[in-house]
């Protein structure tokens, strides 16, 4: 599909490398401007959270407990826009201690990670994050 000569499926991922450039920048209020306001958050071997504000208070515990970094970083939609993927690698940093976790003493890692959205009127409604916590652990145990 194409809408003023630009793909859709360009148009989504320019969407999430937006997001993730926001991300990598810790620009908290670009990242969440890529979202709806009703975004669905399928958290990593977690809840499912509904909307903005959610996702708020989720960045803000992240940005409390970790210091991240995504690297090779590669995004993929399908031809209508309305899907989408991303895999990357995080570089980082445990800060401080988060809940039901290990506890952070400064440890570093480096995990593969990936995520899976849904794309509507130009944001992203839903996203589904994904990295092997045992890995994580380990890491951090370590």
């Known amino acids: 599909m194409i809408i003023d000569g630009v793909r859709a499926m360009d148009r989504a991922t320019e969407l999430l490398l937006r997001y993730y450039t926001a991300f990598n920048r810790a620009d908290w209020d670009s990242m969440l401007g890529c979202l709806s306001q009703d975004v669905k958050h399928d958290v990593n071997q977690g809840q499912r959270e509904i909307g903005r504000d959610a996702f708020r208070v989720f960045l803000a515990r992240m940005n409390r407990c970790y ?41 570093h890692y480096i995990l593969p990670g990936g995520a899976f959205f849904e ?24």
């Open 67 to 107: 210091s991240e970094q995504l690297r090779d970083i590669v995004v993929m939609a399908n031809a209508d826009g309305s899907r989408a993927a991303a895999e990357f690698v995080v570089h980082g940093q445990y800060l401080a201690s988060d809940s039901g976790l290990p506890e952070a003493h400064g440890q």
């Open 119 to 142: 794309i509507a009127d130009g944001q992203i409604a839903r996203v589904t994050n994904y990295y092997n916590l045992d890995d994580w652990l380990a890491q951090v145990r370590a």
